[in-house]
């Protein structure tokens, strides 16, 4: 339940009956130097009646005049009120009149001329805020065809609500002027990240600091100040308020200034927050970019400019709560209105369902629910009726609440002011309880001004006496107007405050804006060879490697963005060197191409194993030189690089006996596979001795090792010259056997002996030679294989017998 605290306020009706001085129509009236003492005139009920007096008709042919002015230093404001029920009379024949003047004498303006023709249930006047002098000026004027019975009614005076103007302003980082355009309710544009001081300025005309008279409406100790702002903070009680917009959307500022009567009005204003433009148009036409060549640079802003910038179109959240101060004063038998004017929802947004129109809540006070009719119209004229307590009256049907409170209401004739007002709810769908005037019955004690009468419970939401679904159709956007009925004049009542509730799912924003670029240019630098004045731009880079460029664009906020612009500059393809590779196969590596390439070969013999792809395996069918060739894709430049492919060799040693001192020359024989004319080959001999030509001479014995190679392939080839065997003589020998030893003859042999006492036995190289006979013999060693015969001669000498 919402409180409010109430000071003093003048309200004309009552319900206890108090006797009172009464004034009759010609008696003395009570001009500006002799005025009527507010704190008792007219405090206790109806005081003024008909030139006959309360008890008899007024008189045919009438013209009298009274003039009633307040005592300035008591109250304000003169009030007037003429009435058919409970203790009040009102019968003027409508060819007689009564005229109420705002002021102190005829010459004031005329709020009205009144009969119970004109008006059959009465009529009510305040002096206007126009009438400083808070005078009423009453002429009554009857002819001689018919007389009513009169009237018997209320004139009261005392302090009554002094309006003021609700003013706020802002200021971007609490610097500079009120940024507010228009003032008061326009926008505040502002950079995400700026922080607004929001300062209230009300203007209080008829404050008695202003005027002497009235009531004190301070600023420093008097007003209170209601900071209510779409951002989900909360806002302490002060005249300024600083705000740092959470994000870069909408918002809005809603301040409710309060005096201490409770008066109150609202000025409602609007936050933008400059938008991030997206870039995503913004960049170069080329990826990367050739070295030494050039490129554009797109950065456009504008629809007759390149395009690159756009701007998202931000919205204001607000989740579908408007409320408006209306002060609905209670009356007799009147009708008092308040429209609210809603806007901003999409253009043509209607209400669909009993749901969308959440609730209607209302802050209000009244001591008699018996004579209240309370109904909502939305702005294509469709009603929906909220209480319907007093039947016949404007709304058809009816069931008095008797005298249950609304509030927690002052209960008297008037001029007591208001009491402590309640927030009642009503809502289709979200309601707790059926209709109030089904529900007298559910009260709570009114403790601070009622004497702890019964209040209707405002802990409950209430069901409307028709269904919101009844709206249906009705625009949201336009105006609302709630509707108050009071068919009597002697209760006091007053209505604060009230709101409409709108569904935030059905209803996500409020309206939408749009920032737009107002200036963009690129940074310096010295590669941008065309003008800068264009957003439209050529730049020749001149390094390899990522190359970048600022963009830069100022929106009409007056909030900077950039983003940078980067693209790869490239060099041409990179491949291997010239190289030899062997067994017909090269595995390329290491290419460096920025976006890959091509690979061919003049020759048909070189095969690629993808020539799309930047490392192949390159083949070929037969030894020789080649080239090959790599066009690059990004830049269509080609590289190229030879290739050798060495043949395969072949070694082939002469198939020859050959013995040590024969002067023999080794000549191998060398051949390669095939290869392609024009190819050189380069073959390298070494022989086992050192030497390095194609062919040896030697008269050595000796197994010669050849290597013959090319880059690739290497081999091996073997030639063996054979030693002749070395015979030494031994001419003396013993006991008539010589022993062969320590004859090296690789190739092996015989040995003979032309003589036939030689008797040859044992190994076949180092045998055993005996005879029988002294005497010199020869032997001859035959090696088979180089065909060569060693003669000597062994002296076998005879053996002697020593005769003693």
């Known amino acids: 339940m919402r409180l409010i605290n109430i000071f003093f306020f003048l309200i004309v009706f009552g319900t206890l009956r108090v006797e009172a001085q009464t004034v009759n129509m010609g008696d003395s009236d009570f001009p500006e130097n002799s005025p009527a003492d507010c704190n008792v005139f007219g405090t206790a009920g109806q005081n003024f009646a008909d030139p006959g007096g309360e008890a008899g008709d007024y008189p045919a042919n009438y013209n009298e005049t009274m003039v009633f002015c307040p005592d300035l230093t008591t109250g304000t404001k003169m009030s007037i009120q003429f009435g058919i029920n409970a203790g009040s009379v009102f019968d003027v024949d409508g060819s007689d009149s009564i005229y109420v003047y705002d002021g102190p004498s005829t010459a004031s303006p005329l709020l009205g001329v009144h009969n119970s023709v004109t008006d059959p249930n009465g009529f009510t006047y305040q002096a206007s805020w126009n009438n400083p002098s808070g005078c009423l000026t009453v002429v009554f004027i009857s002819d001689g065809a018919n007389e009513g019975a009169g009237w018997f009614g209320n004139v009261q005076c005392g302090n009554q609500y002094q309006p003021f103007e609700a003013h706020m302003q802002a200021f971007v980082n ?9 003032v008061d309710t326009g926008f505040v544009d502002v950079c995400f990240g700026d922080s607004i001081l929001f300062v209230a300025t009300p203007i209080f005309p008829y404050s008695q600091q202003s005027t002497g008279f009235g009531y004190s409406q301070d600023i420093n100790s008097d007003i209170d100040f209601q900071w209510d702002v779409t951002d989900g903070n909360t806002y302490p009680n002060n005249d300024s308020i600083w705000i740092t917009p959470p994000s870069q959307s909408g918002f809005l500022v809603d301040l409710k200034i309060t005096d201490q009567f409770p008066q109150n009005e609202r000025v409602r204003s609007k936050i933008r927050v400059s938008l991030t433009p997206s ?5 170069p036409l080329q990826d990367s970019v050739c070295l030494g060549e050039n490129t554009t640079l797109i950065g456009g802003v504008t629809p007759q400019d390149t395009v690159g910038v756009d701007i998202p179109p931000g919205s204001f959240q607000l989740g579908g709560n408007f409320a408006g101060l209306t002060y609905l004063p209670d009356g007799s038998g009147q009708q008092y209105q308040a429209p609210i004017t809603i806007g901003g929802f999409p253009a043509g947004a209607t209400i669909q369902s009993a749901q969308d129109l959440n609730q209607v809540c209302l802050t209000m006070e009244h001591s008699y629910a018996g004579d209240l009719e309370i109904w909502l119209q939305c702005p294509n004229g469709t009603t929906v009726a909220l209480v319907n307590s007093y039947s016949p009256g404007a709304i058809p049907g009816g069931s008095s609440g008797g005298g249950t409170y609304l509030g927690d209401p002052i209960d008297d004739f008037g001029g007591g002011g208001p009491g402590e007002g309640w927030e009642y709810c009503f809502s289709s769908v979200f309601n707790d309880i059926g209709p109030m005037t089904q529900n007298w019955g559910n009260t709570v004690p009114a403790p601070n001004f009622g004497n702890n009468g019964p209040s209707v419970d405002p802990s409950n939401t209430y069901q409307p006496e028709t269904s919101f679904a009844g709206f249906a159709g009705c625009p949201v956007n336009g105006n609302w107007t709630i509707f108050v009925q009071d068919n009597l004049s002697v209760d006091d009542g007053y209505i604060f405050e009230w709101g409409l509730f709108f569904d935030g799912s059905y209803f996500p924003g409020l309206g939408s804006y749009q920032t737009s670029a107002d200036t963009s240019w690129w940074n310096n630098d010295p590669t941008i060879i065309s003008t800068q004045n264009d957003t439209l731009i050529v730049v020749q880079p001149n390094t390899v490697g990522s190359y970048s460029y600022v963009f830069n664009v100022m929106d009409n906020y007056g909030c900077p963005y950039d983003t940078t612009v980067s693209f790869t500059v490239v060099a041409g393809p990179e491949i291997f060197s010239d190289t030899v590779a062997c067994n017909l196969e090269f595995q390329v590596s290491e290419t460096v191409s920025f976006s890959g390439g091509v690979w061919s070969s003049l020759d048909t013999t070189i095969g690629f194993s993808n020539e799309n792809i930047i490392n192949p395996l390159i083949s ?18 080609t590289d ?5 492919f060495p043949p395969y060799l072949y070694l082939s040693m002469p198939d020859t006996v050959v013995c040590e001192n024969s002067g023999y020359e080794i000549v191998p024989e060398v051949t390669t596979s095939p290869y392609n004319d024009g190819y050189q080959t380069q073959i390298s001999y070494l022989w ?13 014995a000796w197994s010669y090792v050849l ?24 001419t003396a020998i013993c006991n008539y056997t010589y022993q062969v030893s320590g004859l090296n003859a690789p190739n092996g042999g015989t040995w003979s002996s032309t003589s036939p006492e030689i008797s040859i036995s044992g190994d076949p190289v180092n045998p055993t030679v005996t005879t029988s006979v002294g005497g010199v013999y020869d032997l001859t060693f035959s090696d088979p294989i180089c065909l060569y015969d060693q003669l000597i001669y062994v002296d ?3 053996n002697y017998t020593v005769v003693a």
């Open 707 to 730: 290597e013959v190679s090319n880059q690739c392939d290497t081999v091996l080839g073997n030639f063996t010259i054979l030693p002749i065997p070395d015979i030494v003589n031994d």
């Open 620 to 637: 070929s069918s037969m030894a020789g030189d080649y080239q090959v060739i790599f066009t690059d894709n990004e830049c269509n430049v």
């Open 688 to 700: 086992s001795d050192g030497t390095t030509n194609p062919t040896l001479v030697s008269d050595q």
């Open 279 to 283: 870039f995503i148009g913004t960049g």
């Open 796 to 798: 076998f000498p005879p």
């Open 174 to 182: 609490g610097l500079g002027s009120d940024a507010l355009n228009p």
């Open 640 to 644: 190229t690089a030879n290739i050798s």
